[in-house]
């Protein structure tokens, strides 16, 4: 059978169903025609993520001109869009750290706590929202310090917890999160405007929900520390025994009235990958758009799968694409290693491909950022194993080490894209010629 012309260099094809998956994101493009109609009070932009520049330059574009439009957003550092920064519009953008909250993001909460007084019936709040808002948007719950959501969420990261479980604890450590954003607000109508990155596209999930009411609970979140071994001052550890620092509940009536509009998910994204793989004459086929669990597990499944597809056309007859989406999870288990989602998973799909002829897979964080590392991601070709033995590189000991991004460092084969300005999460994309 012969192949598409486009397998004569697979990285390349990969890459381009990366770009494609992330073009999709873009705020500029999923806010068209998304905004709702100008109030008669005025218009308050809240919001806060890693797309969020991108958001408030596309909400300052289309917003009408002469109507009234002010606010503030926040986002990572070195994430707001070059052409808004070099010409800021009519709302303010800050800068603040993740996935660990600074001094920055705290300053930035207490504004934007700050901006909803004195709010109307007549007025506006439309919040833009987006994956990595958690950290950024950081107000310490009464009792809590700083340093106290810092050191939580440090042992968060590293617990092996599910997104999930990460923001129903951070939501019961929070002046903000879990609806209580939106409890500020009142009795102004808010708006939600949301770029999902996580799997199921549960608003009250996403940034851990700000504006949306939240089913989960403080003996939840008390269950989930607990599980994980992660330390609690005394005084949340009773508060929450206790139910002090519960989160508004759904059917509240501070959401009477509100909205929440999805914008972009990551099936939207991998379905303009499959649509622009199959417009080169290559199969595409979506696993999933919610896969969970430890990355390397998850790559040797992705492994597994690509293997049969390989040696006996099943499920899928290649040539194909396969491609998943969804939030993984990295247990650390050593000291000192670099590397994020994505390359964990490519080094533990490597090691179960063991080689495998015409198989080349690509896995990327839609945000341009694996962990905190300056790559997106990395690519698994089929001499990966090999060259790295030449190198002297020993992969199952480099992913004891939760070291993968040392291990692709060296092998020339990172993706390194820089801030995309959006974020739908896990985007992986295996090539079987």
């Known amino acids: ?120 019936a007549d007025d506006l709040v439309l919040c833009l929202i987006s994956g990595g808002g958690s950290a950024l948007l950081s107000a310490p719950a009464p009792g809590l310090s700083l340093q106290d959501k810092q050191d939580i969420n440090r042992a968060l990261l590293k617990s092996g917890a599910s997104i999930d479980q990460m923001n129903c604890v951070r939501k019961h450590l929070s002046a903000l999160k879990g609806g209580r954003l939106a409890a500020l607000c009142a009795p102004a109508r808010v708006v939600t405007l949301v770029i999902s990155d996580v799997p199921g596209d549960d608003p009250s999930v996403i940034a851990s929900g700000p504006t949306v009411p939240d089913a989960t609970t403080c003996a939840e979140a008390l269950a989930i520390v607990r599980r994980y071994g992660i330390a609690l001052p005394a005084g949340i550890e009773s508060a929450w025994a206790r139910g002090e620092l519960e989160t508004p509940k759904p059917g509240d009536p501070i959401f009477e009235g509100h909205e929440v509009h999805l914008i972009a998910t ?78 964990e998973f490519l080094l533990g799909t490597a090691l179960a491909l063991q080689g495998q002829p015409g198989v080349y897979v690509l896995a990327a964080d839609t945000d341009g950022i694996d962990g905190v590392e300056d790559n997106a991601g990395a690519i698994v070709t089929p001499d990966t194993l090999a060259r790295g033995q030449a190198l002297g590189l020993n992969a199952t000991e480099v992913l004891d080490r939760n070291d993968a991004y040392r291990y692709f460092e060296a092998l020339g084969d990172l993706v390194i894209t820089g801030p995309t300005y959006t974020n739908v999460n896990d985007f992986r994309a295996i090539l079987v010629a």
């Not at 660990?100 to 993001?105: E, F, I, K, R």
């Not at 040797?300 to 939030?327: D, I, K, M, T, Y």
């Open 1 to 120: 059978m012969s192949l598409p012309a486009c397998f004569d260099d697979p990285r390349a094809l990969l890459r381009h169903l990366l770009e494609v998956a992330i073009a999709r994101a873009q705020p500029e493009r999923c806010l068209q025609g998304r905004l709702p109609p100008v109030p008669r009070g005025r218009t308050l932009v809240l919001g806060a993520g890693k797309a969020g520049g991108a958001m408030a330059a596309a909400v300052d574009a289309l917003w009408p001109k002469d109507a009234p439009l002010s606010g503030l957003v926040v986002t990572r550092y070195g994430h707001v869009p070059p052409a808004y920064r070099a010409s800021p519009g009519r709302i303010e953008v800050v800068e603040a750290a993740h996935p660990v909250p600074d001094a920055a993001g705290q300053a930035a909460a207490q504004r934007i706590m700050e901006l909803t007084r004195g709010l109307t």
């Open 266 to 343: 990551p099936q939207q994204a991998l379905e303009a990958a499959a649509e622009a793989a199959q417009a080169l004459g290559v199969q595409a086929h979506i696993l999933s758009d919610e896969i969970e669990g430890e990355s390397r597990v998850v790559g040797q499944v992705h492994a597994a799968l690509a293997r049969q597809v390989a040696r006996r056309n099943q499920p899928f007859a290649r040539p194909c694409v396969l491609l998943s989406g969804g939030e993984t999870t990295v247990t650390v288990r050593s000291a000192g290693g670099r590397g994020g989602r994505a390359t």
